[in-house]
């Protein structure tokens, strides 16, 4: 059992806060919890005051341009909102190097672009936030992504964002020091239980935990089958309910038919797929059930304001 363990954090701009807190805090209370320095952690950012979401701004303990003599046991690449624009080179090598020396490489929420960037994911399993499954899975097909809350596959760690990445850290301080180690590092953390690698992301757009489970499950169905889209008919047989009850259903949830919401699902995912990807806009239109270029530009006009194309433009500036 290694006695130290040097983490370095990379925070990318406009990065989550709660992502670093999380790791931060939670390390801390591991030294805490085990009465002496396990964990010794170094922020990196690429500027000298990076801001947050949230906007706060922090001041990282050191730069990451010109990096190469540190000695780190464990990466984490921190993202948040738009962190797939990012595709720093200096980053991806300093990656490659840290994988050549043995550390544990992982990333939380769109931390995970740089790390496949850096091409330290192919043919790994990794945790993406649902809200980027569709981009990054089109911008990355070499990798496995997986719905659930985190990862740990060999060398890597990867998470999808929130509150789970205490979880994964939890995860890694059992893994390193003992799972009786970890529980008393979550009693500190008044945290109730802590989530394994398997447990599923529970957030879906548009599907709150308060909509019955019916519809919960509808809304799973069309979120799975957007390419080759479902009939209404179908999802209700599927769920065990009559057409008319989920029309029902729907329309108290949220506002809507069932039809329409779906058109919605798959709508949002060529969003993502037009501002976060190069995939030419006849295929953003096959990848999302519509049969026709010309009734996918009609529909996402109706929806956005903006023509695809003309929208992808703007999102690039």
Not at 196 to 201: L, T, V
Request: proline share 4%; with cysteine.
């Amino acid at each position: 059992m290694q006695s130290e363990y040097r983490v370095a954090i990379v925070v990318l701009p406009n990065f989550t806060l709660l992502a670093l807190s999380s790791v931060v805090d939670t390390l801390r209370l591991a030294n805490r919890a085990l009465g002496r320095e396990a964990y010794a952690w170094t922020v990196y950012g690429l500027q000298d005051t990076v801001v947050t979401s949230s906007h706060v701004g922090i001041v990282p303990d050191r730069l990451l341009t010109g990096v190469h003599d540190d000695e780190v046991d464990i990466a984490i690449v921190c993202g948040g909102i738009g962190g797939h624009l990012y595709n720093e080179r200096h980053l991806r090598a300093w990656l490659r190097d840290l994988d050549s020396r043995g550390a544990i490489i992982g990333a939380i929420s769109t931390g995970i672009w740089q790390v496949a960037r850096a091409g330290l994911l192919d043919s790994y399993r990794c945790a993406v936030h649902w809200d980027d499954l569709p981009s990054f899975s089109a911008t990355f097909p070499l990798v496995e992504v997986r719905p659930e809350i985190f990862v740990h596959d060999r060398r890597r760690l990867t998470c999808s964002g929130g509150v789970a990445v205490i979880d994964m850290i939890l995860y890694l301080i059992a893994v390193q020091f003992g799972i009786a180690q970890a529980d008393s590092v979550a009693d500190l953390l008044i945290h109730a239980r802590i989530r394994s690698s398997d447990e599923k992301q529970r957030g879906t757009a548009g599907s709150p935990q308060a909509t019955p489970r019916t519809v919960r499950r509808a809304v799973t169905l069309m979120e799975r089958n957007i390419e080759a889209t479902l009939p209404i008919t179908a999802i209700a047989r599927e769920i065990g309910c009559s057409t008319r009850q989920l029309e029902r259903l729907f329309t108290e949830a949220f506002g809507m038919s069932p039809k329409r919401y779906y058109d919605g699902v798959r709508l949002r995912h060529a969003r993502k797929l037009l501002v976060e990807t190069d995939v030419p806009l006849s295929d953003v239109a096959v990848q999302c059930g519509y049969p026709s270029q010309a009734q996918f530009a009609t529909r996402f006009r109706t929806a956005f304001g903006k023509p695809p194309l003309r929208y992808r433009l703007h999102a690039h500036r």
